[in-house]
């Protein structure tokens, strides 16, 4: 259920690279802007070290996941109109396998990073809260991707709350694919629980 396209966002942190200068970080959005760098170099730091155990770096892909990114509030979203119809035990539940999902498609794949890179190419406000960061992924075999971070002030700092490739945001994109199982399930929340339990082989 989780797209191709959101792998390929995803993965792009882990190739954020010098190229990301510092003229091109005073142009844009310097807090924003200098939020996706810092998340990705750590990423850099964490993945490019192969002698590091797998399960130990499923644990600190799972830490950069929660650091970068607003999960509750994007499994929220994605799952719309129906989060309402959820009873607080399939909410909580639906929440714990969003997460446990996002893991278990995407960990095997950030620790075999190969050392694509990509730079910030500017900055720009959305509104009171949000900022997008534009950047391009340069692959050594292929033409470039473009991607598109929103990113959201919080208290605390950022968190990135949509990724946009090639123009196709990926939480809507999840958001349709999710209501489509939900739809497939007569309408009930719990053929999409079921449907997650599978892909993560979590117990009911």
Do not use: H
């Not at 200098?34 to 750590?42: D, K, V």
């Not at 190969?114 to 075999?141: H, L």
């Not at 399930?185 to 892909?199: C, D, N, P, V, Y």
């Amino acid at each position: 259920m989780l797209t191709r396209r959101l792998f390929v966002a995803c993965a792009a942190l882990l190739a954020v690279s010098s190229w990301a200068g510092r003229s091109v970080l005073a142009q844009a959005d310097a807090g924003a802007g200098a939020f996706i760098q810092s998340l990705g170099n750590e990423a850099i730091a964490t993945f490019s070290d192969k002698s590091v155990p797998r399960d130990q770096s499923v644990q600190k892909f799972r830490t950069l996941l929660y650091r970068g990114f607003d999960v509750p509030y994007i499994g929220r979203f994605v799952l719309g109109r129906f989060w309402n119809q959820a009873t607080p035990q399939q909410q909580d539940e639906y929440q714990k396998l969003f997460e446990k999902m996002i893991v278990a498609t995407y960990a095997d794949r950030f620790v075999e990073y190969s050392g694509e890179t990509f730079k910030i190419t500017g900055s720009r406000p959305e509104g009171d809260t949000d900022a997008v960061v534009t950047t391009q992924i340069v692959r050594p075999n292929g033409p470039p991707v473009n991607v598109d971070w929103r990113v959201r002030k919080r208290d605390a700092g950022f968190k990135i709350i949509d990724v946009i490739v090639e123009g196709v945001s990926m939480s809507v994109t999840q958001r349709s694919e999710f209501a489509s199982v939900i739809s497939s399930s007569g309408g009930q929340i719990e053929g999409l629980l079921r449907a997650m339990r599978q892909k993560t082989g979590t117990a009911g």
